[in-house]
């Protein structure tokens, strides 16, 4: 029996695309982007996310540094999801109701996941339209600073950008390790040794990297954990003080 339809096979196919043609999406395709994005499951139907459209060039270009990615301001669109019970907060203010809901640790992650899903949602639909998508975690470099340039009041807080357009680029697949690592029944398992459970997955990403970067570089996965956990921003140190500095009490629940 097959399976796949072209949902599915779009999905199978997903890359990061970092190089774009200069056509911009037409109007159709960013609102029918955008009424994907409606259709979003959302926790407890609260819709504790929104995107901030980034339309100026200076601010992308801005953002880009932020996030030490030039490429990142190249792209055709840019988008930058961000939890938001700042709109709720307000119902409660016009409302007259004493409510602290809005500023709750419960809030804050519904708020989160609701973005995220939101963000993946607008990927699959813009990718079946053959457009290529890259997601930025770098916003978080620097939240406050991105909060800043984005004049994002309180309660709302950065969680992921995403640049979009038509791609210049046609990378291969980037493998992925097994998902007998990673589906688990009724528990947590693991094997005795995880390095050695990954070593033909590490081999099959040194080729990876060695056809890609035309032998300049040579990272197997498990490098790559090393090195990059032990390398965290010093910025990003600082972002459960940024997220309480926009008004969330995270260790209030509702």
């Not at 901030?52 to 801005?62: E, F, P, T």
């Not at 030039?70 to 203010?93: C, K, S, W």
């Not at 890609?212 to 921003?233: I, M, P, Y």
Request: charged fraction near 20%.
């Amino acid at each position: 029996m097959d399976l796949l339809n072209s949902t599915i096979d779009t999905q199978l196919r997903h890359r990061t695309i970092r190089q774009f043609t200069g056509d911009p999406l037409p109007d159709d395709v960013f609102r029918t982007l955008m009424d994907v994005a409606q259709r979003t499951a959302s926790s407890r139907g609260m819709q504790h996310a929104s995107i901030i459209r980034v339309v100026d060039a200076q601010l992308r270009s801005v953002l880009a540094d932020v996030g030490h990615q030039a490429y990142m301001g190249q792209a055709p669109e840019m988008l930058v999801f961000i939890v938001d019970t700042h709109r709720n907060q307000v119902i409660l203010d016009e409302r007259g109701a004493a409510g602290y809901g809005a500023r709750s640790m419960d809030s804050f992650f519904e708020g989160w996941t609701d973005a995220c899903l939101m963000a993946q949602n607008i990927v699959v639909a813009a990718e079946s339209l053959g457009l290529g998508t890259n997601y930025f975690g770098n916003v978080l470099n620097s939240p406050s600073r991105v909060i800043e340039l984005l004049r994002l009041p309180a309660l709302t807080f950065p969680v992921v950008g995403l640049t979009l357009g038509y791609p210049a680029q046609d990378p291969q697949l980037k493998p992925r390790m097994p998902m007998s690592l990673r589906v688990m029944t009724n528990g947590y398992t693991e094997p005795p040794s995880v390095v050695d459970a990954l070593r033909d997955y590490d081999a099959v990403m040194q080729t990876y990297y060695d056809l890609r970067e035309h032998g300049r570089r040579s990272d197997t996965f498990t490098d790559q954990v090393v090195s990059k956990l032990n390398a965290v921003l010093p910025e990003r140190h600082h972002i459960v003080q940024a997220i309480r500095s926009q008004g969330w009490d995270l260790a209030l629940a509702d």
